[in-house]
């Protein structure tokens, strides 16, 4: 069974550029997180997404945005890149609404502002 | 998002010896509890989970206990090996499918 995958694997901006990150979720899972992984910080949850809807969001301004397809892949959008917004973008994907809540993690996008 | 510190706390070990790192969690409402493993350039990968209505789940080698009174969480890792360094995150979350809170993370370091 193949598990989370993201694209690109690497990603380089620059500063006020927008940023376009992948997301494809274990079949039959219909819910697809994001998260961001600043270094030496924490995993932060950014996005939830389930059946195409948002479900709910982190603290995180509005520029961080995305969406989820019918096929249940995920797009995260980065508007007006700032230097801080470097970091390892990670996606997740679980069964879904009312089933178990354990999340499969992807390898990540390094996003890397200039 | 929430503030974690820069500096991960590291735990050494000894080949062979037990680990037990530790997590402090916040939501009195979490019912679902996650340990994952991080590995340098990887995703973080599941290790093991409780809810709440439990108080101790064993895996292969690797135990997870939860306090619920005091809101703590440990994971203990027999005969560490040195596959077993990476950075461990515990996770909480309400039940079904809600964000994951993750705490700071733990760096485990195995000497050989």
């Known amino acids: 069974e193949a598990g989370v995958t993201q694209s690109p694997t690497h990603l380089i901006k620059t500063r006020g550029q927008q940023a376009t990150l992948r997301c494809s979720p274990i079949s039959g899972h219909t819910s697809v997180y994001w998260y961001q992984q600043a270094l030496g910080l924490g995993l932060q949850f950014l996005l939830w997404?389930?059946?195409?809807?948002?479900?709910n969001r982190g603290n995180f301004p509005p520029r961080f945005s995305g969406r989820q397809f019918p096929n249940y892949s995920s797009e995260l959008n980065v508007n007006a890149l700032e230097l801080e917004d470097s970091a390892l973008y990670l996606c997740a994907s679980s069964p879904g609404i009312r089933r178990e809540s354990e999340q499969y993690f992807g390898p990540g996008t390094r996003l890397t502002v200039t | 998002g929430e503030s974690v510190g820069l500096h991960l706390p590291t735990l050494s070990v000894q080949e062979g010896d037990n680990s037990i790192i530790n997590c402090a969690y916040s939501?009195?409402?979490?019912?679902?509890f996650i340990w994952y493993k991080q590995e340098s350039g990887k995703g973080p990968q599941f290790i093991i989970d409780i809810r709440s209505n439990m108080d101790k789940r064993q895996g292969q080698r690797v135990t997870v206990l939860l306090n619920k009174t005091v809101k703590h969480l440990s994971l203990q890792i027999a005969a560490t090996q040195p596959g077993d360094s990476a950075v461990y995150f515990c996770?909480?979350?309400?039940?079904?499918?809600?964000?994951?809170?993750f705490g700071a993370g733990t760096i485990l370091r195995v000497k050989s």
């Open positions: 939501n009195s409402a979490s019912d679902y």
């Open positions: 996770a909480e979350t309400e039940e079904y499918g809600n964000k994951l809170v």
């Open positions: 997404y389930d059946e195409g809807e948002e479900r």
